[in-house]
């Protein structure tokens, strides 16, 4: 066991990037000091592994594991590592309740992302993750993949009302909000904190010198095992509640504010 090096474990959506979807000079001089020093970067997310990866890219450090869609998927640059399909019944479920409260359905396998129509829904998901789904006339037709996630968009009190829903019913699913409007599903053996686990272990860093920042409700687990939870300013109060240390904004310099306090980047 290796008990110099860090693990750092970045949630991406309101972490890692800005309100406006960039990454700041200061994160990115800092995480890369803190790779140069010998310290892992990974990447915790909703988005698919095409998004995440193209993020990892445009931080320019080349040893970068990223975990994908929940921890359905642990990725790098151009291979898949780990993967956790969901049970196709509960997929069907769940779509089919989603159609019948007119709520906009994506299926996510693999590198894939597909819809029935475009919405408004799937245009601004598509502006975020850069990249365009394709578009079947049934996502649970026999000819689809299996699915890796199942997000379900809507506005937020429905997606609330839908949530519960899921809740009420005995499914072998993992539910969470990345934001009040997306539902996120992924099998019930799925979820970012055992993702992390699985990567710790597969780089020898003990939970103990994990380092972990989140803002979302789907980042709560990461950052309450964590060595160091670490919350953004602009956190959901559940994160901030099991974090260690609440630093800035994801807007203000947050990560490199924290790595600072933490001893791990000069001033």
Not at 68 to 92: C, F, H, Q
Not at 161 to 180: G, M
Not at 213 to 237: H, K, Q, R, Y
């Amino acid at each position: 066991m290796d008990n110099k090096r860090k693990l750092l474990v970045f949630d991406v959506d309101g972490t890692l990037l800005t309100s406006s979807h960039t990454i700041l000079p200061s994160t990115k001089q800092a995480l890369a000091a803190v790779a140069a020093d010998g310290h892992h970067i990974v990447l915790a997310t909703a988005r698919p592994p095409r998004s995440v990866v193209a993020i990892a890219d445009r931080l320019g450090i080349d040893s970068t594991i990223s975990i994908a869609l929940n921890g359905a998927i642990i990725v790098t640059r151009n291979k898949i590592l780990r993967e956790t399909p969901m049970n196709r019944d509960a997929v069907k479920k769940v779509i089919e309740e989603a159609r019948r409260r007119n709520l906009h359905a994506n299926l996510m396998s693999g590198w894939e992302w597909f819809v029935e129509a475009s919405s408004k829904w799937s245009e601004q998901e598509a502006a975020i993750v850069n990249f365009q789904p394709r578009m079947v006339e049934d996502l649970l037709g026999h000819s689809m993949p299996e699915a890796h996630k199942v997000l379900i968009m809507g506005d937020a009190e429905e997606i609330a009302s839908y949530r519960h829903w899921i809740d009420a019913q005995d499914l072998p699913v993992y539910v969470s909000f990345s934001k009040p409007t997306y539902c996120e599903i992924v099998d019930q053996l799925v979820s970012k904190g055992r993702a992390v686990k699985q990567v710790a272990e597969m780089l020898d860093v003990s939970l103990e010198n994990l380092i972990a920042f989140g803002d979302g409700e789907n980042d709560s687990e990461i950052v309450a095992m964590a060595g160091v939870g670490v919350a953004m300013g602009n956190a959901m109060p559940q994160v901030r509640e099991v974090a260690d240390l609440v630093t800035k904004s994801n807007d203000d310099d947050g990560i490199y504010h924290a790595l600072r306090e933490l001893g791990l980047v000069a001033e």
